[in-house]
């Protein structure tokens, strides 16, 4: 089992970036793919980002391909996600979550608590 912390979020403009992290607790945190998912207003959750346990292999959604980088350092228990040249529409609650195997949906076993995007125009 692994617990999960985000930070990082906030409220940023048009075209900015932002850096959000995840620190896993326990030592099995790298035993984990890991992913970061989305929710906007009204909507579904949506799948954004994904890496494999080794971080070898990354995978993103196609709004966010080119713009977003995840990335983990296992020594720290910590996966990121850097965003870069955002829009209003990437506005939403980030979560990131982790399971056993990577996965390019939503269905993951552990969740972090979220932490607020917010894109101004």
């Known amino acids: 089992q692994v617990q999960l912390v985000e930070s990082g979020g906030g409220l940023v403009q048009v075209g900015g970036s932002l850096r959000l992290a995840c620190e896993g607790t326990g030592r099995t945190f790298s035993t984990y793919a890991m992913g970061w998912i989305r929710q906007a207003p009204g909507k579904e959750r949506e799948f954004v980002a994904a890496?494999?346990?080794?971080?070898?292999?990354?995978y993103y959604a196609d709004s966010v391909k080119g713009r977003f980088t995840i990335s983990r350092d296992n020594a720290k228990n910590t996966v990121y996600l850097q965003m870069n040249s955002l829009k209003p529409e990437d506005t939403a609650i980030y979560y990131c979550?982790?399971?056993?195997?990577?996965?390019?949906?939503?269905?993951?076993?552990?969740w972090g608590q979220g932490t607020q995007v917010t894109v101004s125009s």
């Open positions: 890496i494999r346990r080794s971080g070898g292999n990354t």
């Open positions: 979550a982790a399971r056993t195997g990577v996965t390019l949906s939503t269905n993951y076993d552990y």
